[in-house]
């Protein structure tokens, strides 16, 4: 296709516009996590001069900002790790299995994807107290795990169904077992969309709030979702310091998404198609 | 998979052994997410209905029952009415702006070059940001703004104030929406819009007489998905304007339901709402899926 040179350079400008007003917002919160309080009246939107780092000393000094992050590492890590092992077994179940029992577990799991975890709440915190679970760490990750299971399964089940059966056959003929053939032949075949479930479900542990909100009451116990409530809720925040909390809050996980984009992007298209 | 043939004389008990020693690997598998998903979604699903049948506070041990009065009294609140309206206005925006922008950007990025990509990776970054956070940044934003240029803040007045979210939601998922239908895209035969070009149709008419009826099922999958969110609206406008305000005019239905089940102790009132708030997310996705379907055949 030819185009003219000038419509060209408009079309790519117009594109250029439209990511700039997308970015905006870090840009700002960038900006101003960087600049001390005077400077920000003063210089407005440009780029930091020097390297001012008081905002995020101040803002650490106030949170306490390392227990919610190392909570919100350790139940990233361990729903994540219990999601991924438990959803690639059932997928495969799921997926393989004509027999009712697990068709109607699949149709189970689409059916709650749309049910808001307000529906089900107070019945869920009163089995968690009851169990002495409310206030830990173990309790969120149950119940993330419980409101993810759904999501992650569809997903996998969808993978699995394109890897052609005929590869497993080898391995009863030889003599394997089921385990034994899910663990060696089948899993290795996984790998994309297991890393793909892992980034997926990584994000959204990452990033709850509600579950948190209704679980971890305790502020030794709080995950980032919830100090970042806290915080923004309870005190007249300087805008320097608000932003410095923004921006140590989003540097993980931008982190992980430009390492991890393809995976992540495939991933949403399948859930997204599927779901 | 070894000798499946029908075995017509096995009694019951016999039958049930051979179908466990078949299944039995399989069943261990499904097990622990079936454990997880069943404790912990699906019995509290059921639990809470009995709870909505009752004017219990919460925490005391009598939960006095009342039959359908908290479904009754449901109707007679403006409260409800009021969250309903206002998480529906929001819906509305969120699922055609997004859609619309989604699917324009889509077809605008869909050459594979090296600044498209970059230009993809960027407008789809939003979305990897929690809602809670995006919300505060974009709460800090207008307000900062508004000390600057004397703009006024759309999140402070109550007439715009779903506005303001929905701009906040359309910031993060008018990327999610574009991926989806990038890939949609990218599967189209090509050939289809060379014949086009050749039968001299424009843009404009290929946009519309090919590239929509072909990704009709990805459309189908991200309005109704859209909705699903639309209608979970929470986190929003807890973060933005605080919980629901100015006033009440940004409270939505999950925030109502959260505010009688924990800070009113009004647990059976609030439980009868979330009930019946799942049936309407339940009868509206399914209803737009429905005919949304519907079109993809007629296309």
């Given at each position: 296709m030819k185009t003219n040179p000038v419509l060209?350079?408009?079309?790519?400008?117009?594109?250029?516009?439209?990511?700039?007003?997308?970015?905006?917002?870090?840009?700002?919160?960038?900006?101003?996590?960087?600049?001390?309080?005077?400077?920000?009246?003063?210089?407005?939107?440009?780029?930091?001069?020097?390297?001012?780092?008081?905002?995020?000393?101040?803002?650490f000094e106030r949170t306490n900002f390392l227990v919610p992050l190392s909570n919100t590492l350790l139940v990233t890590v361990l729903s994540t790790a219990v999601l991924t092992v438990a959803?690639?077994?059932?997928?495969?179940?799921?997926?393989?299995?004509?027999?009712?029992?697990?068709?109607?577990?699949?149709?189970?799991?689409?059916?709650?994807?749309?049910?808001?975890?307000?529906?089900?709440?107070?019945?869920?915190?009163?089995?968690?107290q009851s169990w002495g679970l409310i206030n830990t760490l173990t309790g969120f990750s149950i119940a993330k795990i419980g409101a993810q299971v759904g999501f992650s399964v569809i997903i996998i089940k969808g993978f699995v169904k394109t890897i052609p059966i005929e590869i497993e056959e080898a391995t009863y003929i030889d003599g394997g077992g089921v385990f034994r053939n899910f663990f060696s032949v089948v899993l290795p075949l996984m790998k994309p969309i297991i890393m793909t479930s892992v980034i997926i479900n990584a994000l959204d542990v990452w990033n709850e709030y509600v579950i948190g909100v209704v679980v971890l009451q305790k502020p030794d116990k709080y995950i980032l979702s919830l100090l970042q409530y806290t915080f923004f809720g309870q005190y007249f925040v300087n805008l320097g310091q608000a932003f410095a909390i923004f921006t140590i809050s989003m540097i993980p996980i931008l982190v992980l998404y430009f390492i991890f984009q393809r995976f992540i992007i495939s991933g949403i298209v399948m859930g997204g198609v599927k779901g | 998979m070894n000798s499946t043939t029908a075995a017509p004389k096995r009694s019951a008990p016999q039958r049930i052994a051979r179908y466990m020693r078949r299944e039995a690997p399989y069943l261990v598998m499904i097990l622990p997410a079936f454990l997880f998903f069943f404790l912990f979604v699906l019995l509290p699903l059921i639990e809470g209905i009995p709870i909505s049948f009752t004017e219990w506070d919460g925490f005391s041990d009598v939960r006095p029952f009342v039959g359908f009065q908290n479904y009754a009294k449901l109707f007679h609140d403006k409260f409800v009415y009021?969250?309903?309206?206002?998480?529906?206005?929001?819906?509305?925006?969120?699922?055609?702006?997004?859609?619309?922008?989604?699917?324009?950007?889509?077809?605008?990025?869909?050459?594979?070059?090296?600044?498209?990509?970059?230009?993809?990776?960027?407008?789809?970054?939003?979305?990897?940001?929690?809602?809670?956070?995006?919300?505060?940044?974009?709460?800090?934003?207008?307000?900062?703004?508004?000390?600057?240029?004397?703009?006024?803040?759309?999140?402070?007045?109550?007439?715009?104030?779903?506005?303001?979210?929905?701009l906040i939601a359309i910031w993060r998922d008018t990327g999610y929406c574009m991926v989806i239908y990038l890939a949609a895209i990218q599967g189209v035969d090509e050939s289809l819009y060379e014949v086009a070009r050749i039968e001299g149709a424009g843009r404009i008419t290929q946009f519309f007489k090919i590239t929509v009826p072909m990704i009709m099922p990805a459309i189908t999958a991200n309005v109704t998905l859209l909705t699903a969110w639309g209608l979970k609206l929470y986190d929003y406008p807890m973060a933005a304007t605080g919980g629901g305000g100015p006033g009440r005019a940004s409270e939505s239905v999950n925030i109502y339901i959260y505010n009688n089940i924990f800070p009113y102790f009004k647990a059976g009132y609030g439980q009868a709402l979330a009930i019946v708030w799942v049936i309407v997310i339940f009868i509206i996705t399914q209803c737009i899926q429905g005919y949304l379907r519907r079109k993809e055949v007629e296309l």
């Open positions: 060209r350079g408009v079309n790519f400008l117009l594109k250029f516009l439209v990511v700039a007003l997308m970015l905006s917002p870090f840009y700002l919160a960038f900006c101003y996590a960087f600049k001390p309080k005077e400077e920000i009246t003063t210089s407005g939107l440009s780029f930091p001069t020097h390297l001012y780092l008081d905002n995020f000393k101040n803002a959803c690639s077994m059932a997928a495969y179940a799921i997926a393989r299995r004509k027999s009712r029992i697990y068709q109607v577990f699949g149709a189970l799991l689409m059916l709650t994807i749309l049910v808001p975890f307000h529906a089900y709440m107070l019945p869920l915190y009163m089995r968690l | 009021n969250a309903v309206g206002n998480t529906l206005e929001f819906t509305i925006y969120e699922v055609v702006l997004c859609n619309v922008l989604g699917l324009l950007i889509a077809v605008w990025l869909k050459k594979a070059c090296a600044h498209n990509n970059l230009f993809r990776t960027l407008i789809f970054m939003p979305h990897v940001i929690s809602l809670l956070l995006s919300s505060y940044m974009v709460r800090y934003i207008f307000n900062e703004f508004y000390n600057v240029t004397g703009v006024v803040n759309i999140l402070a007045v109550p007439k715009t104030v779903i506005i303001g979210l929905a």
